[in-house]
């Protein structure tokens, strides 16, 4: 067994919850309200621009000069082409460039970013590509997932499980796990240890993303589920 796949076995169950999830799975046939998933836009263009900083950090801690140039393109493309993807996203929302650029993070999303910059600054590097994983791999299975289902009416929700559930996207996740598995195989007990830590806490962070946007009420109060994760 892969050792990327020992992570996604170790975190089953919140992966699962992650798939039923009431926010997800209003995604899946439309019926999730506007007002949760434009909060859910708001509070992701944020995280994008902290994860921009994240992939510049493995950039610069990665041991290979091809993981180097791999990360740095994708540094590149998220705070270039990923986020005017996001911002033109948004506006099919209604959500205008300036409401982004005012958005403040809430608790489920600092959590997060805090964690992975943390991290990226203290931890090693192999502990950092587990904590880098949950994102791009569970987005990825997510939309597949969601794909192999009869779309939703609401265009624009087809058009989010269209975006994670494409082949490029694929790859890249693909990508990320085989990095993953081959700096398994030299970190020792110790390292892998960290590693699974750090995939797991990630997972969780994941599934409290979606918690906190299932839970967004109009008042500025967005409390986290009783998953909330723990650092």
Known sequence: MRFSDQLREQAVDVWEAQHEHPFVRGIADGTVDEQRFGFYVRQDYLFLIDYGRLLALVCARAPRLQWMARFAELTHSTLHTEMQLHRDYATQWGILNAQLEHE???????????????????????????????????????????????????????????MYS????????????????????????DGRTRMREAFLVSSR???????????????????????????
Do not use: K, N
Not at 206 to 230: C, G, I, K, Y
């Open 205 to 231: 962070h994941e599934l409290a993303f979606f918690e906190q946007a299932w839970r967004h009420h109009t008042s500025a109060d967005v409390r986290l589920a009783s998953t909330a994760p723990r650092q």
């Open 166 to 189: 494409g082949p490029q996207f694929a790859q890249l996740a693909g990508w990320c796990r085989d990095v993953c598995d081959e700096v398994a195989d030299g970190a020792g007990d």
């Open 104 to 162: 403040q993070p809430q608790a489920a999303t600092r959590a997060y970013t805090d964690f992975l910059l943390r991290t990226a600054a203290l931890g090693d590097f192999c502990e950092l590509t587990a904590a880098l994983l949950p994102c791009m791999w569970g987005y990825s299975e997510l939309g597949q997932r969601l794909a192999q289902h009869p779309g939703p009416p609401e265009e624009r929700y087809a058009r989010w499980i269209e």
